[in-house]
């Protein structure tokens, strides 16, 4: 059994700063690539950015350089450094990993319960 489970959201105003955090446990062989989406309300859940196992990044150009992704492969931690943050970037924030439960194929996608960021005008 894995888990993700997310940390770190609330409510901010606007221009203010956030951090996600995101803590795998349970079985792990490995961990993949991982990665943050988020869902506002009435909208489909979109990709925020993503990271490989050897740090690599992506970022969607709605957050490009306001967020950054970052990882701790020693504690199986993935996080979220939000800054300057805007109204439309309210939304449930969600965490997910490729995870490698045995040291051989298939690898699954797990995904954090999400955690609500509020960014107030």
């Known amino acids: 059994q894995v888990q993700l489970v997310e940390s770190g959201g609330g409510l901010v105003q606007a221009g203010g700063s956030v951090r996600l955090s995101c803590a795998a446990s349970g079985r792990i062989y490995r961990i993949n690539d991982m990665a943050w989406y988020r869902q506002a309300p009435g909208k489909q859940r979109e990709l925020v950015a993503t990271i490989t196992s050897r740090g690599s990044t992506n970022s969607a150009d709605s957050v490009a350089g306001r967020f950054t992704i970052s990882r701790d492969n020693a504690k199986n931690t993935v996080y979220l450094q939000m800054n300057n943050l805007k109204p439309e970037d309210t939304a449930v924030y969600y965490c997910?990993?490729?995870?490698?439960?045995?040291?051989?194929?298939?690898?699954?996608?797990?995904w954090g319960q999400g955690t609500q960021v509020t960014v107030s005008s």
């Open positions: 997910n990993a490729r995870i490698s439960t045995r040291p051989f194929p298939p690898e699954y996608d797990y």
